[in-house]
């Protein structure tokens, strides 16, 4: 379990998460509304341009490419595996999503830039109520009353506004019940600009 939690915290973003090596994925890369605990204040224009890049990119439908990239050997690696996804619209770089796995956890991470520079990633970290490969048979040998379900899962959202490289503003969301793999510890807002630099170096690698 330290293992896990250590990789992750490297890994993130946390925060980032889906794939066949779980049963069930995250399809929707956004969700909830923008509200949270301010931890560092910044005035409502401030952030409006980055929420109006937000919205732009959002509402772009006819990608000009998408590039897919697994996450393996880099240092976003997790136990088990990842995935990058890169959007270009007209030649520009505009947004990208991440996919991180590991036994007991699930991250989806997006980063959104502006003016080629990253200036929103929002976190969603799923903590597992089992490890996902915890069937009914592993349920029912340990005595247990509950098997993997991905619905159960405990759920921790985070918005990270940035300008100029630095956070502005961050809010927070916990949902659902406290997993017995959540580490309070862990705070995956501290890796999201370093995370940022190592996927553009490999979306230029691809040049």
Same mark, same amino acid.
């Given at each position: 379990?330290?293992?896990?939690?250590?990789?992750?915290?490297?890994?993130? !973003?946390?925060?980032?998460? &889906?794939?066949?090596?779980?049963?069930?994925?995250?399809?929707?890369?956004?969700?909830?509304?923008?509200?949270?605990?301010?931890?560092?204040?910044? +005035?409502?224009?401030?952030?409006?341009?980055?929420?109006?890049?937000?919205?732009?990119?959002?509402?772009?439908?006819?990608?000009?490419?998408?590039?897919?990239?697994?996450?393996?050997?880099?240092?976003?690696?997790?136990?088990?595996?990842? @995935?990058?996804?890169?959007?270009?619209?007209?030649?520009?770089?505009?947004?990208?999503?991440?996919? @991180? !796995?590991?036994?007991?956890?699930?991250?989806?991470?997006?980063?959104?830039?502006?003016?080629? @520079?990253? +200036?929103?990633?929002?976190?969603?970290?799923?903590?597992?109520?089992?490890?996902?490969?915890?069937?009914?048979?592993?349920?029912?040998?340990?005595?247990?009353?509950?098997?993997?379900?991905? $619905?159960?899962?405990?759920?921790?959202?985070?918005? &990270?506004?940035? $300008?100029?490289?630095?956070?502005?503003?961050?809010?927070?969301?916990?949902?659902?019940?406290?997993?017995?793999?959540?580490?309070?510890?862990?705070?995956?807002? =501290?890796?999201?600009?370093?995370?940022? =630099?190592?996927?553009?170096?490999?979306?230029?690698?691809?040049?």
């Amino acid at each position: 379990m330290k293992k896990a939690v250590i990789i992750l915290s490297v890994a993130l !973003f946390l925060v980032s998460g &889906c794939g066949s090596r779980q049963t069930k994925t995250a399809n929707n890369e956004l969700v909830g509304k923008e509200e949270g605990i301010y931890e560092k204040e910044a +005035s409502i224009e401030s952030l409006k341009p980055i929420r109006e890049n937000f919205k732009r990119i959002n509402s772009i439908k006819d990608w000009s490419l998408i590039d897919e990239k697994e996450l393996w050997k880099t240092s976003l690696e997790t136990l088990e595996g990842g @995935q990058a996804k890169f959007y270009y619209h007209k030649e520009q770089l505009e947004k990208i999503v991440i996919h @991180q !796995f590991g036994e007991t956890f699930q991250v989806v991470t997006e980063y959104y830039l502006l003016d080629k @520079q990253l +200036s929103f990633a929002f976190v969603k970290l799923y903590w597992y109520n089992r490890p996902f490969n915890y069937d009914l048979a592993k349920m029912n040998e340990n005595n247990d009353n509950e098997m993997f379900d991905f $619905e159960k899962s405990e759920i921790i959202e985070d918005r &990270c506004y940035f $300008e100029n490289g630095k956070l502005i503003h961050h809010e927070k969301k916990q949902l659902g019940i406290k997993s017995p793999f959540h580490d309070d510890s862990y705070d995956g807002k =501290e890796e999201i600009i370093t995370n940022f =630099e190592e996927l553009i170096k490999i979306a230029n690698a691809k040049l």
